[in-house]
């Protein structure tokens, strides 16, 4: 049978290194997580200055559960991120400058100019990253057919797909889900409840009491993590991950979050109530792993100041890469929309 439980927390460093987790990698978590953090900031002020076209989305409050369960895939596993996901970009290698020219809108960008958002398509080893679309959560078929295709192949490799709180109700979520507890495939879903889909709040988007429940629904297990918390999201992770690499089926994560800034810049969330923010945003996930690791692994001020003196630098070199990258030529629009025969 199977059942939805509670992620017992990962709390001792011990513990972290039971679960794969020794300094040089608690500390490139870290920093991927302050590098998440940074690049969103650096968007919202482009933004501002009018400096990026459309909008931008940020996942603020997301990056502990990006960065740790990106971090937990191995090497040939596919991932599909969506808006609030720029940890596992970052996580899985993605160029800053490529990220900043996709939200800027410049050629050298994932759409090359004709989309702005997380677009990233890359199937290359470390990578495995497949684009999203804005209809959600349409990947999730699409992920759903990858982790069959890898079960089909023998393939030894993992299908993780990312869906949120609201978009979890549409059937696409219900039917993946479904045929993947039937055909028990290589495949970890993961709700990221950030408790809104947009304006509208948990309570009036499902009466279940865990949105982990519906794992058991389709056959599963289902396991509620807070997801703030990226030491215990890596090793529920990491563990799911496992599962499905060793046959044993699909596992459906719920990662518990606040979406700590509007749905994008134009919604200042007004509507989110003052305690629940204030609550959250003393669980701030990077303040709450730099003090995970200040007292279990001694790290210092020397080393903080590093990483973000890095990340800073890796920054300012990406937003200028894209400032210089050109916009899309026009007469090159049709390009890569229809595959001409001799490609295919
Ligand atoms: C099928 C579909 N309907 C509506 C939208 C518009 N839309 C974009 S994001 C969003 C909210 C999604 O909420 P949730 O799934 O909880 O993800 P979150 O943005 O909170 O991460 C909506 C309604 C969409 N992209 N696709
Ligand atoms: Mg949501």
Redesign the pocket.
């Known amino acids: 049978m199977s059942a939805i439980r509670q992620a017992e927390p990962l709390l001792s460093a011990n513990e972290a290194t039971e679960a794969g987790l020794d300094r040089d990698r608690l500390l490139r978590m870290y920093r991927d997580m302050v590098a998440t953090r940074t690049i969103e900031e650096r968007g919202n002020l482009l933004f501002k200055a009018g400096r990026l076209p459309g909008s931008f989305y940020t996942g603020r409050g997301n990056e502990a559960a990006s960065v740790g369960v990106a971090s937990a895939m191995g090497e040939d596993d596919v991932a599909s991120p ?3 996901n720029m940890g596992v970009h970052v996580t899985r290698g993605v160029d800053p400058a490529a990220i900043f020219c996709q939200y800027m809108g410049r050629s050298g960008g994932a759409t090359r100019g004709r989309d702005s958002n997380l677009r990233t398509n890359d199937f290359s080893p470390g990578k495995g990253l497949l684009a999203g679309v ?5 990947m999730i078929p699409v992920i759903t057919g990858i982790a069959l295709a890898f079960q089909l192949r023998r393939e030894d490799r993992v299908a993780v797909g990312w ?6 109700a ?1 059937g696409d979520m219900h039917e993946s889900m479904n045929l993947a507890g039937v055909r028990r495939l290589p495949i970890v879903y993961i709700i ?1 409840n ?1 408790q ?3 304006s509208t709040p948990n309570r009036l988007s499902f009466a279940c009491e865990h949105l982990a429940d519906r794992g058991p629904a389709y056959g599963f297990e289902g396991i509620v993590i807070d997801g703030t918390d990226v030491l215990t999201v890596y090793r529920e992770a990491a563990r799911a991950i496992e599962k499905a690499r060793a046959g044993d089926g699909p596992t459906l994560l719920e990662l518990i979050t606040l ?1 700590m800034e509007g ?1 994008a810049v134009h919604d200042d969330a007004a509507y989110v109530p003052r305690p629940l923010y204030e609550e959250f945003a003393a669980r701030d996930p990077v303040e709450r792993f730099r003090a995970w690791l200040q007292v279990n692994h001694d790290l210092t001020d020397a080393e903080q100041q590093d990483i973000a003196a890095e990340v800073q630098a890796t920054i300012e070199r990406a937003v200028a890469e894209a400032e210089a990258s050109p916009p899309p030529d026009p007469g090159r629009l049709a390009e890569g929309v229809y595959a001409v025969s001799s490609d295919v």
């Open positions: 969506l808006h609030r804005s209809h959600l959560p349409a869906c949120g709180d609201g978009a979890a549409r990221d950030n809104y889909a947009y979406r749905h």
